[in-house]
């Protein structure tokens, strides 16, 4: 399989997913301005839930510029993470409906967790098929924010039952660590043809 029709997957899956989150939030009956509030929680956390799944598409574009061959545990390691992603939007709902209870933050969490996980086995998977001198290998490095990452989750997680605020901190500072522009990838690239 080329790696094209993987990036098309997964691309219509990523696409599938936010329309999925905006279709959660309801038009509100009424035409007045507060007729929108009760919407506040539900729109906040799709926008952090947006950013995720945009920056988790970014990065997978990112990835299969180094993709030369596609095999069966590339595809099944894609699977895996496109799974735990095709969650979002089930905890996002819940969480923007029940306006950050611990209950559906520590979810969130646990689906936060759960695709880092996922996105590191493709990583790997990536690697053991290309070689440890692949431009994916040299790209990641030591790669602190993936190591940062899943702790950040597993601190939120356990925070959620003494404050969801700590909690909502923590998902968004993984978040903004992930905004600040990676260029790893694009280096090596530039390094490999001079």
């Avoid at 030369?68 to 799974?83: E, M, P, Q, R, Y």
């Avoid at 990452?149 to 601190?155: A, E, H, M, N």
């Amino acid at each position: 399989m080329k790696k094209g029709r993987l990036e098309a997957f997964s691309d219509g899956v990523l696409a599938i997913i936010i329309t999925i989150m905006i279709l959660e939030i309801k038009v509100p009956h009424g035409h007045e301005l507060k007729d929108l509030l009760p919407l506040i929680p539900v729109f906040l956390s799709y926008v952090l839930s947006f950013i995720y799944i945009g920056i988790y598409w970014n990065n997978h574009h990112h990835m299969m510029h180094t993709v030369k061959k596609v095999t069966g545990g590339i595809l099944w390691a894609n699977l895996h993470l496109l799974f735990w992603l095709s969650l979002i939007p089930f905890a996002t709902g819940w969480m923007g409906e029940n306006h950050f209870t611990p209950m559906p933050m520590a979810l969130y969490g646990i689906i936060l967790l759960m695709s880092a996980i996922a996105y590191y086995i493709l990583q790997q998977q990536i690697i053991k098929t290309h070689g440890a001198d692949s431009i994916l290998s040299k790209a990641i490095g030591k790669d602190l924010k993936g190591k940062m990452s899943p702790l950040i989750y597993i601190t939120a997680i356990c925070t959620c039952w003494v404050s969801v605020w700590i909690a909502a901190i923590a998902y968004i500072f993984a978040a903004f660590i992930w905004l600040i522009p990676d260029k790893r990838i694009e280096i090596i690239f530039k390094e490999e043809e001079e």
